[in-house]
């Protein structure tokens, strides 16, 4: 079955610092989601992404996050300078469809904020 | 706003027996769908069924089937044949018709015993 891929699995950072989650898609599909999971809590949604642009977003999704798809394949989750709340594990996932419903999860990444 | 609400944080089962998972939600739309998501200690999220509101049968899938109580707004997690590899955190969730976000419930954390 084909796979979305997170790397790196673990990530640790300083807080106060930038980083840039990286993610790549099922190859055909084109609506792209990120969604986070602080340690004990529920998976929340952050963002979805379709044709380049942000299509929906929560509001845990503020300034300090962003989104790209740079290259066409690659579809990252930047935080622009993260804070001790921020650690969780960040899991992408993508989908044929808008409305198709078998959306597909990467294995995610572990950031830790020190 | 849809919120889900999963109800028993832990539950055990025996080997080889059956157990079944609560999951209420609720919502103002009359079109959307419901799935159950697998977390194993990989932290992967795997998709293990899903229902379509218009759809009045329940779904199957092997072992795994659900009871769909549309007017009662549950969506309950059945478990045949319990075995050692489905012990797992275990997610439902929720996806209106017009958008793409999923909103999950807390999870259930599924003990089997050998």
């Known amino acids: 079955e084909p796979e979305v891929t997170q790397t790196p699995s673990h990530q640790v950072t300083q807080m106060g610092q930038e980083v840039i989650l990286r993610c790549v898609p099922i190859s055909n599909h084109l609506y792209f989601y990120w969604y986070r999971q602080i340690l004990g809590q529920k998976v929340e949604f952050l963002v979805s992404?379709?044709?380049?642009?942000?299509?929906?977003k929560s509001e845990i999704f503020d300034d300090q996050f962003s989104v790209e798809r740079p290259d066409g394949s690659n579809f990252t989750l930047k935080i622009r300078s993260t804070k001790l709340e921020d650690s969780a594990m960040y899991f992408c996932?993508?989908?044929?469809?808008?409305?198709?419903?078998?959306?597909?999860f990467g294995s995610g990444t572990q950031l830790s904020v020190l | 706003a849809q919120t889900v609400t999963q109800s028993q944080p832990e539950m055990s089962v025996q080997e080889a027996e059956t157990v079944t998972l609560s999951c209420t939600y609720d919502?103002?739309?009359?079109?959307?769908?419901l799935f159950w998501y697998k977390q194993p200690p990989s932290r992967q999220m795997i998709l293990v069924i899903r229902?379509?509101?218009?759809?009045?049968q329940n779904a199957t899938e092997n072992r795994f089937s659900v009871n769909f109580q549309k007017a009662a707004k549950s969506f309950s997690l059945k478990i045949s044949d319990s075995q050692l590899g489905d012990a797992a955190m275990y997610f439902c969730?929720?996806?209106?018709?017009?958008?793409?976000?999923?909103?999950f419930g807390g999870g259930t954390r599924l003990m089997v015993k050998p």
């Open positions: 996932a993508s989908t044929l469809g808008q409305l198709n419903e078998k959306l597909f």
């Open positions: 919502t103002s739309e009359s079109d959307y769908y």
């Open positions: 992404f379709y044709n380049n642009e942000i299509s929906e």
């Open positions: 229902q379509e509101a218009y759809k009045q």
């Open positions: 969730a929720y996806r209106g018709n017009a958008g793409n976000m999923l909103t």
